[in-house]
């Protein structure tokens, strides 16, 4: 968020002691055939709760980055103008999606559910539209390629990028930071492709209560996801970026697998964080 937007939020807080659901003010209503899907459950998380943190990220280089519900929308928002309005990418529409555990991953989670996109999470398809760190786009295959940069704080990618590929950085600072889907998907629309095989908003519900439950993540807790991601574990990865501490009604603190080296570090952030639950060991 800018200097101008954050002085406006600001002025609009003054006084009164909470931060303004800027949300509430923006964004239209999802009717109740919206269903479960993770924009859904995001946009109710923001008239809610707006300022309490959903997702942390922490990193040994890049430092500790926390967002708000309202802070994951505002930028799912611009990712999504960027996805809809500039790439035509439309509800339905599979997008091949390779990103690493980190807050962006985070915020293109929730941009794709914004856009009714379904998240192709592999096999990947050469015919679609690609979401990939910065670092790997030079060997991304795609009809279009959006680099996402790791940078700390969201600045631009610093990486070598192919031609035809889109700095996500730049791109989606032009769009607005609230978002109307064209129509908000219900329960039994796909969201998200592993192994080539559906899963409905309902079904990824189903399966992020699932995870939240075995992991013993209650409403107002803090899940610490620590442990190296697996390749063969690629859709509770994607579900814990954010459809996990939504059901929840938690929040996800998702951690570097390089913090782990360091001695004690996964003991300490368990305290320094307020961590009540965790995935994996």
């Not at 406006?8 to 807080?13: M, T, V």
């Not at 999470?121 to 940069?149: C, H, K, W, Y």
């Amino acid at each position: 968020m800018g200097a101008l937007m954050s002085e406006s939020l600001g002025r609009l807080c003054r006084g009164r002691g909470r931060w303004p659901n800027v949300l509430a003010m923006t964004w239209m209503t999802p009717p109740h055939t919206a269903g479960d899907s993770i924009a859904r459950q995001l946009v109710d998380r923001t008239r809610s709760d707006p300022g309490r943190p959903l997702v942390t990220y922490l990193d040994q280089d890049a430092g500790r980055m926390e967002l708000s519900a309202t802070s994951v929308a505002n930028g799912a928002a611009k990712a999504a103008g960027l996805l809809r309005d500039e790439l035509d990418v439309q509800p339905g529409d599979c997008v091949n999606v390779d990103l690493p555990r980190h807050w962006q991953s985070s915020i293109w989670c929730a941009a794709l559910s914004l856009v009714g996109a379904v998240a192709e999470l592999g096999p990947f398809d050469a015919n679609s539209t690609t979401v990939i760190d910065s670092g790997r786009a030079i060997e991304a295959q795609g009809t279009e390629i959006i680099a996402v940069s790791l940078a700390p704080f969201g600045l631009p990618s610093t990486d070598p990028l192919p031609d035809h590929a889109v700095d996500a950085a730049i791109a989606a600072r032009t769009h607005a930071d609230f978002f109307t889907p064209h129509a908000w998907p219900g329960n039994n629309v796909t969201a998200v492709r592993h192994n080539r095989q559906p899963l409905t908003n309902a079904q990824v519900s189903t399966h992020a209560r699932k995870i939240a439950t075995e992991c013993g993540l209650r409403a107002g807790g803090r899940l610490l996801v620590a442990a190296p991601p697996d390749p063969t574990d690629v859709l509770d990865q994607w579900l814990l970026l954010l459809a996990v501490p939504l059901v929840a009604d938690a929040a996800v603190v998702l951690m570097h697998p390089d913090i782990r080296t360091a001695a004690g570090a996964v003991d300490h952030i368990r305290n320094s964080e307020g961590i009540t639950a965790t995935y994996g060991t």
